[in-house]
């Protein structure tokens, strides 16, 4: 699928994985992970790293805002976000007062019963973020947290799971905004 990829994003930097019917999806998430957190500049010794960076699956498809009724009462209702819709919805994350203490962000992803949500934050009560997730790389440095490089699947709920069980780990899910992926056995 690379020829694929390169032909929609000629100028994207992408990580090829080295046997891609073998290679799990943790290895290629802990390989950013990695890059972005102890790459250093051979020349100068300078360390480069990042301290967030955003992991998106392919498969996404759309982003939706669940917005209250005007009265404050009854089922929330779900507006598509057209046009800039995945940067309102990562903004939104990323804007969030206590980013820099959270160790994943990610948002609620829509099964059908999105609408039915009370709350638009969780903190520390979910760990079911998947497919798109925002990872403060400094904080899961401190805490000692990687992606399982050999897991094929639920990588992302491995991770969360893994900060959940770390003193000061902390997990935040978006629940005013949620997406739809599909959802393949291959690529």
Known sequence: EE?????????ALLLVLPRPAETAIGFARWVVQRVFTESVHPPTGRRLRLPFVWMVDDLLVAFYRLERPAA?????ARRALTDRGFLEAFL??????DICGIAVAGFLRDRGLSLFVA????????IALQKVALLNLVVLAELGVEYCASLRKSED???CYDVSQRRGGHVLKAQGYCYRALHLDRG
Do not use: I, N
């Open 92 to 97: 939104a994350v990323q804007r969030h007062p």
């Open 157 to 159: 709920l491995a991770l």
């Open 119 to 126: 709350a638009d934050w969780v903190l520390d009560r979910s």
């Open 3 to 11: 020829h694929e990829y390169r032909a929609a994003w000629p100028a």
């Open 72 to 76: 404050g009462r009854g089922r929330r």
